[in-house]
């Protein structure tokens, strides 16, 4: 098998520095597991236990960081105080702040604070002067742009809503009829309108991620409040029930551009996994021939090029405005678009607590479908063993 690539948006900030919002990301976690920071300062000496809490507190009230100057969103603090050791609930704020500095330091290391600095001006110039086509489409309204079962399906957010409405045509990738007709269109329109402004202006526009060429970040020209609205509304309600043990419960920032293929444009894309814990993949159109998604099991950074097990053998045909939702991890790539034009809609959700926990971890059988194979063949082998020194002892006891 050829060496798989991990994709990665071109822009600086990928992980916890980017959410706007309310604050809240996903809300509650349901499994239990606390997250050691490997705390570097006087803090960590001065109270006791240092473990973030996957579970969010929802009764605890956050303090309010409007008027913290940080690279960070204010909005990031206020989620993550939810997610501080009970013992650092009641400290003071001043100590809250330096603490929780400590822990998003790491996902904006000196270097990518620059770049995430250029990055914040790029946007700005952008925004400053592109004026949009279909203002309509910067606000989430869920019923001029998703279809009505997927609605329904929302309202009630229960694993059976959702199976209702979902196909999961190879365990972990799951699809569903989610976006208007109309909606895909305005969508397009709008692409095509910046990418216009962008010809017009010789605007120099980042790439949507380093394997794709053509297509665009929409969160960089206005479009990113009402993603993460869409996210936080519409995906995490269902990646809460779906990918509870990736952070589909925490989601809390994502990476959201189109896709482009056709003649003139990308043809294909390569084997990869995605810089996300969970993506979604919907196709906005046009027409096209080719271009199926092909799928070959989810595995941790370790087991990244391990083999592909049949079982885990998928290759699914897009159809507009239909979504395909899987872990970031994965592995899937997109064959030729053969004939036409091909637009999709990428969101790569993810989740600053479950990447925060992973640095803790080594065994991923939860989700990775190597380290579960391993972990089932170790079991075997024990098995094995006792019943063999049962024999012998059996055998031994007989004469
Ligand atoms: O072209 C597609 O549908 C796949 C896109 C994709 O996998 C990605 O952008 O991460
Ligand atoms: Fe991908």
Not at 47 to 76: C, E, Q, T, V, W
Request: aromatic share 10%; hydrophobic share 35%; proline share 5%.
């Amino acid at each position: 098998m050829a060496t798989l690539s991990t994709r990665r948006s071109t822009a600086a900030a990928s992980t916890a520095g980017r959410r706007r919002g309310d604050g809240r990301g996903c809300g509650a976690a349901d499994n239990a597991a606390n997250v050691p920071p490997d705390g570097r300062s006087g803090i960590r000496q001065t109270y006791g236990d240092r473990r973030l809490r996957i579970n969010p507190n929802k009764d605890h009230k956050p303090d309010k960081y409007d008027d913290l100057k940080s690279d960070f969103d204010p909005a990031i603090f206020s989620s993550l105080e939810r997610h501080l050791p009970p013992s650092m609930l009641d400290v003071s704020k001043e100590a809250k702040i330096q603490f929780m500095k400590e822990i998003l330091g790491r996902y904006l290391p000196e270097g990518e604070r620059a770049r995430a600095q250029k990055h914040k001006e790029y946007r700005q110039r952008i925004m400053s002067a592109y004026q949009p086509l279909h203002k309509q489409i910067y606000n989430v309204d869920a019923t001029t742009f998703f279809v009505p079962s997927f609605i329904e399906a929302i309202k009630k957010s229960t694993e059976e809503s959702f199976r209702n409405i979902i196909s999961e045509p190879s365990p972990g990738v799951y699809t569903f009829a989610m976006l208007q007709p109309s909606f895909c269109e305005l969508l397009l329109a709008e692409v095509e309108n910046f990418e216009k402004w962008v010809n017009a202006t010789k605007f120099k526009t980042m790439k949507p991620n380093t394997m794709n060429k053509y297509g665009a970040v929409l969160d960089d020209f206005g479009l990113e409040a009402m993603l993460n609205n869409l996210m936080e509304k519409f995906i995490c309600p269902i990646s809460r029930v779906f990918f509870t043990e990736v952070g589909g419960s925490a989601l809390d920032s994502h990476h959201g551009f189109v896709v482009e293929y056709g003649n003139d444009k990308d043809i294909e894309l390569g084997f990869h996994v995605d810089d996300s814990e969970v993506t979604l993949n919907v196709c906005l159109g046009k027409e096209f021939s080719g271009g199926e998604l092909f799928f070959r099991g989810v595995r941790c950074d370790k087991h990244v090029n391990s083999e592909t097990q049949p079982e885990e053998i998928l290759d699914y045909s897009h159809v507009p405005g239909r979504a395909v939702l899987h872990r970031g991890r994965h592995r899937h790539g997109a064959r030729p678009t053969t004939s036409g034009h091909r637009i999709n809609l990428l969101m790569w959700c993810r989740s600053s607590v479950f990447r925060e926990m992973k640095r803790y971890q080594k065994d991923f059988s939860g989700w990775c479908g190597e380290c579960q194979r391993e972990k089932k063949e170790r079991q075997r082998q024990s098995v094995a063993a006792t019943k063999l020194a049962f024999l012998r002892s059996e055998g031994g006891s007989m004469i």
